[in-house]
């Protein structure tokens, strides 16, 4: 519990997935008063699976979506429970349960669930809870040193509203729900199914199909060779046909899989023309095209905006520097490994509510935004991948601001190996790895040998 001589703040929470889970803890722990508003009926986020799809816009274009969680039914973690966990909590294997070291999405919402009720949060949940509203207090108090925010909320099954002021807001509300779509010539008058991977659940209804995936990302991969057991063809469109070796060797394998670059158009006769020429006749459309950030209940009068799918201005993808440390953002980069680098975001959130460590003057944070804008730029990444991280040393630093440890080598280790079995054999991977040394010398760390609920029990 933080010193006496720190100030306790009332902070909202908006989200009860991993990153608003971590926040609520670390909140707690330096002493703020917290309430979570979780528009789901229990915790997970993202990894509280709904089935129930009916109903909802299949390309996600409504401007409110009925379903949060975009996964489907077969999904499975692409990287090992030992690196997934959060530090002091390992995802280690529970007897009964999906003992798998690349285990299905349930056991992570199990995982999830026990981390929520080994630490006690539910009590500082408020389930069913939609944010219709989060804005300043006084919109002309910006930088303004005791800056509160009006919260406005509506409970789900009474519709009762709610409005209440705090002293801090944290957005937790996750960035895998608002579909992304591309831009193909002929798109609104295409006849037949069409889809983005959000609504996406089981390969059944694409019997005897002809399907076109659009996108060889994870879900563009993972949904095409699951439906190779049961549509008639499937034809992977990529943005670049310089595959990696594991996508190659599925695709060699299996006669009704094609790959095929980006479309150029879709006709009115249902044919989809690619830019090399070739074309076929299809049935349904998947676009597995990604997602966009979205924040529909944060007024900020246009201090944090989201342009070509860049947060910003963020310092350091957690604060904007008018605003921060009041409001902050939690979950916003990619290409990480999550929960460790979700809950270092928590703890300096935490300390700087507390007063117990400082951020950089507002000018040092936007010159450090603007460098990292143009090293971004100078480097040929697009903008919309501004929060794309896949920088070890960047999670390191990242930490040092609130001297958190930096993650073990044991755990960059098996991501890195992890990573490179996937692209040599993208079918088995998750059921068949050379890296036992390096399991070993996890089960072996601090980060499992410390007591704790879990059976350290994995499976070799």
Partial sequence: MASEIYQSKNVCVIGAGPSGLVAARELRNEGHRVVVLEQNHDVGGQWLYDPNVEGEDPLGRAPTLKVHSSLYTSLRLMLPREIAGFTDFPFAVKKGRDMRRFPGHTELLFYLKDFCDWFGLRELIRFNTRVSYVGMLDGDAVGCKDLKWVVRSVEKKTEIFVEEVFDAVVVASGHYSKPRLPSI?????????????????????????????????????????????VAKAIYLSAKSLDISEGLSKVISKHENLHLRPQIESLQEDASVLFVNGSWVIADTIIYCTGYSYTFPFLDTKGIVAIDDNRVGPLYEHTFPPSLAPSLSFIGIATKIIAFPFFESQAKWIAQLLSGKTTLPSRDDMMHSIKELYHSREIAGIPKHNTHEIGDFEYCDRYGDHIGFPRLEEWRKKICLSTIRNAETD???YKDSWDDHELLQEALQSPHFTQLGPQDLDFPL
């Fill in 185 to 229: 010539k002929g798109m609104d008058a295409w006849k037949r199914k069409q889809m983005h991977s959000h609504i996406y659940r089981v390969p059944e209804p694409f019997c005897d199909e002809v399907v076109v995936v659009v996108g060889n990302s994870i879900s563009g991969q993972d949904i095409s060779m699951e439906l190779m057991d």
């Fill in 426 to 428: 993208l079918e088995t």
